[in-house]
């Protein structure tokens, strides 16, 4: 008998840790702009902000942080969005935070949205025709 509930609970142990994955990422929103991209909140109208990938963006309200999140670098992946077939799942980029989504010279696709990225940024992740997408990011 013990030995069949000791079958029982490894079993179960070993169904917990293959369908129930820790997870540390966050998920939000990801809309895009476009130049002009100076001055940013950020660093003013310092050009050597920008990475020379051009992977940057403008913090949203949920992760600005009262402009902490400047300079912060995030990896981001597209995870779905309105439209099928919008995102490049298998494409994660890494982003620095340059500037604040509110405040931001141009403006963004979609209000709201938790990481505004730069053109090529969201075009990597995305088809750049859609004004958001759902994101996974974490810093």
Not at 22 to 47: Q, R
Request: aromatic share 10%.
């Amino acid at each position: 008998m013990a030995k069949l509930q000791q079958s029982w609970v490894f079993f179960i142990i070993f169904m917990q840790t293959t369908l129930f994955h820790l997870s540390y990422a966050d998920v939000g929103t990801a809309a895009h702009y476009s130049p002009p991209y100076i001055p940013t909140a950020c660093f003013g109208n310092d050009v050597s902000q920008f990475p020379t990938s051009n992977l940057f963006g403008a913090a949203g309200d949920g992760i600005w942080d009262n402009g902490a999140s400047c300079g912060r670098q995030y990896l981001v992946r597209c995870i779905s969005a309105a439209t099928p077939g919008t995102c490049n799942p298998s494409q994660t980029i890494q982003i620095r935070i340059v500037d604040r989504a509110d405040t931001s010279v141009s403006r963004p696709s979609s209000n709201g949205a938790t990481i505004v990225l730069s053109t090529t940024a969201f075009g990597a992740i995305a088809n750049p025709s859609a004004a958001s997408v759902n994101i996974e990011f974490q810093q």
